[in-house]
């Protein structure tokens, strides 16, 4: 189940969770951890379906990698309500290099265990994955 190159496994409860927010919607966010003690990736949290971008963006910590996902609605030029599945690489400058370097390595398989994300995004200040650059990669 684990990696060869990062030794990361990956918890059912992240898949889990993770097709809750595709198909019944249950989640606004999910905030993804790697314990590396335990060498997995664990759901660290979940947003209601009502919580805000702003919401999401604050329980992401100022200097510690994560992986995200948020469920993004939005509105088209043709007036469509659409939804699109957002994963976010956390990785702000301030984290520890060896944080930065398993959550890289481990970042390609954790992601496709997630089937349905649609746009990627590696962020390593607020402003790499605020609500405009997710509306610009959208349409």
């Known amino acids: ?17 993770f097709l809750e927010l595709k198909a019944k919607r249950t989640y606004r966010f999910i905030v993804y951890k790697i314990e590396e003690k335990q060498k997995q ?3 660290e949290k979940l947003g209601e379906p009502t919580d ?3 919401n999401f963006t604050a329980s992401l910590p100022a200097d510690e ?24 690489a956390w990785s702000p400058d301030t ?3 060896r944080s930065k370097m398993i959550y890289a390595s481990s970042k390609d398989r954790f992601k496709r ?8 995004l590696q962020a390593t200040d607020p402003t790499e ?10 349409n």
Not at 65 to 71: L, N
Not at 113 to 120: F, V
């Open 113 to 120: 265990e997630l089937d349905g994300i649609q746009i990627e």
């Open 65 to 88: 990698c994560r992986y995200a996902v948020y469920d993004f609605d939005f509105v088209t030029e043709e007036n469509c309500q659409k939804s699109k599945i957002v994963f976010i």
């Open 1 to 17: 189940m684990a990696n060869a190159a990062s030794g990361m496994a990956v918890h059912d409860d992240c898949k889990l969770k």
């Open 52 to 54: 805000s971008y702003e």
């Open 129 to 138: 994955m605020g609500l405009d650059v997710i509306r610009s990669r959208s």
């Open 95 to 97: 984290s520890k290099v």
């Open 41 to 43: 990736v664990i759901v």
